[in-house]
Every structure is written in structure tokens, then in C-alpha cells.
């Protein structure tokens, strides 16, 4: 590289953008050589140097010691080279792949240290956008960094080098929001930390297990799956936060890191497990306030009230209506007095009879008759439906799939191999469809195992549940 003194000394991967190399400067120290190979066109050439540039622009911005920084940029021909710390220590998706899945005391640490740097990040006006495991790396002393901010934005940083409307980032952690295309904030960053977190203690992402496309498929539908019940509780209850399908939901970065590395701001979203902990710390400190007042009046009938103090003492106590929970009542069913808790839903607005509609719990078991609801309002169910090829000389196998939709909703129903669509239908207001899948081959043998994906159309909802069946194979 013209004027610029490094010996590359080996290959340490490659990636999306180009490989990385281990080098050694003229003081002796080693770095990590990041080249970017650039081809195309003048106008492509142009672009992609200034996405590059972008890169270096962010890494500048960003001093934090959780974040592998930027130490130069060399143009060097049609490359560029982003000279960076070599992180001894490898990446977490070098240390899983080797050593498997991380004890739950590693994981809480790591995460305790990068959501320290992400909110620092964020204060920045920087998003990442591409957090996983392979963009995590360690120092010498195990000490994880966020690395690799090629695909970040900023708010002060020219847009338009990515299009609105393209899912970026990688399919097995990517926020449901971004999948789709829709602008990714820093509640996409919470998200991909958390599905990295979890991938990390169990060996699988926040979608399961699959390919490229069905990842991507299951991220669009947000079909999270939440932590096992194996991993500790506190740990499982803060990843599976971050893992909520809805980003007003997630708590922040800097809510998440708490102490000196979060922010003195106001708190990130609440939960209702959040809201129902408040609710019990309060009336844990009305019931001390009570029993104070109640010393306060015994005292006084023991002779020591204050002089000229010659009444009864009177207490005024305010009481408010909460939005399911009138003075002096109990909540009523399914809340917590304020909201809906445990993922129901109030869709038919009776106060008395609180969230009536609760989730089915049936979803993802094996399809043969199902009886199932719709809630939350966004929820989608996926059932497996396995599907055997038996020998027919006319080739007329079919599966069978009968929905009804209850009275007042309207419901999809889609037939996949693995992200191809064999077909669809719908059903409203009770009335019954049916869709028959032929055999797709004559031949071969067409034994797979099919999703059928239920989903909601329309803003109508209710609590009655609708029903599924299948029958026949190929």
C-alpha cells in the first residue's frame, strides 16, 4: 500500500464486504486489515467508496472501549483498507462453533458489556444494523467489542446509499421491522443483540432453525420463538424483552445497561410484568404508610398527642379509577387494573369482564384438527403439517385444508414449502373454505414436511376461536 508501512502476516476471514487480513505496522504492533475490493462502474464505484466512507465517518464518531474503532483509511488502487485493532481473542461465532453454546453466567457478562457500548452508540445517533455474531469480537483478555458498523447510519451522515424498502442485515437476527423493510431505529439493534445473546446460550437464533429464505419469511411474520425455560430467569426475562416483536415494546440499550453506562433520560418502554412490579411496590409502600398512620393514632391514645391536640386525628385517602380497576375493587380479569397482562386482549371493550381474549397456546404443534384464537391483535399461528407421498396411478393425490373464520373476523390461510407458497385462501364471518394442495410431482416422491400460517386481515378482531383441519396426503 502506497506510503503506508504494514506486512501482512496471514488471512483472518472474510466477510460481506471484502477479507480481513492480520498485519504488522513498522512499530511492531498488529492490526486488522479490512480491504474492500471495489468493481463496477464509475457511478457504482462512486457509490460504493462512499458507503466505505460512511463506515469511517461512524467508526470516528464512535469512542467507547466496547467498540473496535478505526485506526486509519488507506485508498490502495481500486481498494479501500480500513485499518482497525486486531481483536486476539476472535469472534463469538468462532467460539461457539468451537466450544458450543456459552454458560449463562458468560452470556449475562457479554451482554452486560456491549449494551454499554450500544448505548453509546445510539446517544451518537448511530445505529448498527447488522449486529450478530460474527460482529462480535474479544480482546486478549476475553473482553467483547461491537465491531463492524459498515451497514450503519446516521442521522447526520448523507442518506440514500441503501434504498428504502431492502431488508438489511443478516436473516437469523435481524427485528422483525427491519426484515420488512421498514426503517431500522435503535429498538432494531436491541433486537439483533438479543437474538445474538440467545444464539449464543443455545446454539439457535429467535427463528429457529433453517434456511436463508425462511428465516427471512419467519422475521417478516415476527414468529419469534422465546428463550427455553432452561435458561435462569433473569436472564431469560431481559432477552426475551429484547426479542419483543414490537420495537415500541423493547427497552432501550441504555435502559438495559443501567448504572454509569446508561442514561439519566427517562426509562425505555415498560412491559406489563414492569407495570404489574410497579403496581406491587406501590402497594407494598401504601401498606407502610398504613400501618405508620396506624402507630401514629395509637401513639396518640397512649397520651402522647400533640399539645391542644384534643380531636381524633382524620386521614383523607384519594382513591382513582384505573382503566380496569374501579376504587376500591380488584382488578378485573386478565389485568393488572391498568392493562391487559399475560399477552390477552380486550377486543370486546367490557371494562367488567377485562381482557377476555387469551392466548390459544397451540401454536406450532402438529396440524390435524385445530381449535385456536387470535391474540394478541398481531399474532400470527404456524402449525407443521406433515405430508406423506403414497403411490396413486392417476397422480390425483391432494391434501385437504378446511378454515372457518369466526363471526366477525377474517382470516388467511397460506400453504408453504419452505418459502414457496403452494396456495391460499380465506374465510370470513364464519363462513367456511377449503383448499385442496395437489401432488406437485407424478413420480417422485413429494414427503415434506408443509407450514400452514394463519393470519388475521383487516383490523376486526374477537375471542372466539376459529378452526383448522387437514386430512389426506400425496
Not at 445505529?127 to 455474531?133: N, Q
Not at 385444508?401 to 373476523?409: H, I, K, S, T, V
Amino acid at each position: 500500500m502506497d506510503g503506508v508501512e504494514y506486512v501482512v502476516e496471514g488471512r483472518l476471514g472474510r466477510g460481506g464486504m471484502g477479507v480481513v487480513d492480520l498485519a504488522a505496522r513498522s512499530d511492531g504492533s498488529r492490526v486488522a486489515l479490512k480491504r474492500i475490493a471495489l468493481h463496477g462502474s464509475a457511478e457504482a464505484l462512486a457509490a460504493a467508496r462512499a458507503r466505505i466512507r460512511r463506515e469511517a465517518e461512524v467508526l470516528s464518531k464512535l469512542d467507547h472501549r466496547r467498540i473496535v474503532g478505526l485506526l486509519d483509511v488507506v485508498d490502495d488502487g481500486d481498494d479501500i483498507v480500513l485499518v482497525m485493532p486486531w481483536m486476539r481473542g476472535g469472534s463469538l461465532d468462532d467460539r461457539v462453533a468451537q466450544h458450543g453454546p456459552l454458560p449463562a453466567e458468560e452470556v449475562r457478562r457479554i451482554a452486560d458489556h456491549l449494551l454499554g457500548g450500544l448505548a453509546a452508540a445510539h446517544r451518537a445517533g448511530v445505529v448498527h444494523r447488522d449486529i450478530k455474531p460474527a460482529n462480535i469480537l474479544f480482546d486478549e483478555q476475553s473482553r467483547p467489542h461491537l465491531a463492524d458498523f459498515g451497514v450503519a447510519t446516521a442521522r447526520d451522515v448523507t442518506a440514500g446509499l441503501t434504498g428504502d424498502g431492502s431488508a438489511i442485515g443478516t436473516p437469523g437476527f435481524i427485528a422483525p421491522e427491519q426484515a420488512r423493510g421498514e426503517p431500522a431505529g435503535p429498538a432494531a439493534d436491541v433486537f439483533s443483540l438479543g437474538a445474538t445473546l440467545r444464539w449464543a446460550l443455545t446454539g439457535i437464533g429467535p427463528y429457529g432453525e433453517g434456511g436463508r429464505d425462511v428465516l427471512l419469511w419467519r422475521a417478516t411474520r415476527a414468529k419469534v420463538e422465546a428463550c427455553p425455560k432452561s435458561v435462569p430467569e433473569p436472564l431469560r426475562r431481559r432477552i426475551d424483552e429484547m426479542l419483543d416483536p414490537r420495537p415500541e415494546r423493547r427497552p432501550t440499550a441504555a435502559a438495559l445497561a443501567g448504572g454509569p453506562e446508561g442514561t439519566i433520560a427517562g426509562p425505555g418502554p415498560r412491559r406489563a410484568g414492569n407495570r404489574r412490579r410497579a403496581a406491587l411496590a406501590v402497594a407494598a409502600l401504601a401498606g407502610l404508610a398504613l400501618v405508620a398512620v396506624a402507630v401514629l393514632v395509637a401513639t396518640r391514645d397512649v397520651g402522647t398527642a400533640a399539645p391542644g391536640d384534643e380531636g381524633t386525628a382524620t386521614e383523607t385517602t384519594v382513591c382513582t379509577d384505573l382503566a380496569y380497576q374501579p376504587c376500591g375493587q380488584r382488578p378485573a380479569p386478565g389485568t393488572d387494573g391498568r392493562d391487559c397482562i399475560d399477552d390477552r386482549a380486550d377486543y370486546d371493550g367490557d371494562v367488567a369482564n377485562g381482557c377476555e381474549a387469551e392466548p390459544d397456546g397451540v401454536d406450532g404443534t402438529p396440524l390435524g384438527a385445530v381449535e385456536a384464537t387470535i391474540v394478541p391483535a398481531d399474532d400470527v399461528d404456524e402449525f407443521p403439517v406433515e405430508v406423506n407421498d403414497n403411490f396413486h396411478l392417476s397422480c390425483d393425490g391432494r391434501v385437504t385444508f378446511d378454515l372457518r373464520a369466526p363471526e366477525g373476523m377474517a382470516l388467511r390461510l397460506e400453504i408453504l414449502r419452505d418459502d414457496e407458497v403452494l396456495g391460499e385462501i380465506t374465510s370470513a364471518d364464519g363462513v367456511a373454505a377449503r383448499l385442496q394442495v395437489p401432488e406437485p410431482q407424478c413420480a417422485g416422491d413429494d414427503s415434506s414436511t408443509l407450514a400452514a400460517v394463519v393470519s388475521p386481515i383487516g383490523s376486526d378482531r374477537t375471542a372466539e376461536p376459529y378452526t383448522l383441519e387437514r386430512s389426506g396426503n400425496w
